[in-house]
């Protein structure tokens, strides 16, 4: 399939806030050759994001961070979560400005390096995010405390702990966001060779 698969037959935007609600009317080609009925679906534009684990390879530690989430509260669940650094890409701004810039903002840290984990749309059902995933190297010993832009309301606590801590937290379930779970998928399989990389690199 194709974009000449589908017919956009009207777009109208129902909502206008902080984010944007946008109304299509539409139809497909299907599997079996023909084309659907029109159907009525609606996206939820946001924007699109970055997201950054945060890994000091010396000492084998991550530092993610703990903050109020609406859309948590919403669902029923524990409002407060535990997550990579993330930020929404502004206008013309590099990926990786959006990480060096959001991982200050929300730790204190600067990194020294990143690693590109992937890109993933975040729920394509109903909303057109994308999120680009970054691995950055930092040092452990300069995280901590609380951070956050006074004017967003933003408070942000930051949390270190060991990548088997970390790790731990995923396969007991006890991770409940996308990125974050991607993340420490992620670093489960590819901590050996980060280390020997980075660490590597470090005494270059």
Request: hydrophobic content about 40%.
């Amino acid at each position: 399939m194709t974009p000449d698969d589908i017919e956009i037959l009207e777009r109208q935007t129902v909502f206008r806030g902080y984010f944007r609600i946008d109304r299509y009317r539409l139809r497909h080609r299907t599997f079996a050759g023909g084309w659907t009925g029109d159907v009525v679906l609606e996206v939820f534009e946001r924007g699109h994001a970055v997201a950054v684990l945060l890994y000091d390879p010396d000492l084998d530690q991550v530092v993610l961070i703990e903050q109020f989430r609406i859309g948590a509260h919403a669902a029923g669940r524990k409002a407060w979560l535990l997550e990579v650094v993330a930020g929404i890409i502004g206008k013309d701004e590099r990926l990786e400005d959006v990480a060096h810039r959001e991982t200050r903002e929300e730790t204190g840290c600067s990194p020294s390096d990143l690693i590109t984990i992937g890109d993933y749309l975040s729920s394509p059902g109903g909303s057109s995010e994308s999120v680009t995933l970054f691995c950055a190297r930092v040092d452990a010993q300069t995280a901590g405390g609380i951070h956050g832009l006074a004017h967003e309301n933003e408070d942000i606590r930051t949390v270190i702990m060991s990548a088997d801590q970390a790790i731990a937290h995923l396969d007991h379930g006890e991770l409940d966001n996308s990125a974050t779970i991607i993340a420490i998928g992620w670093l489960a399989r590819n901590r050996d060779r980060v280390r020997k990389e980075w660490c590597h690199n470090a005494g270059a």
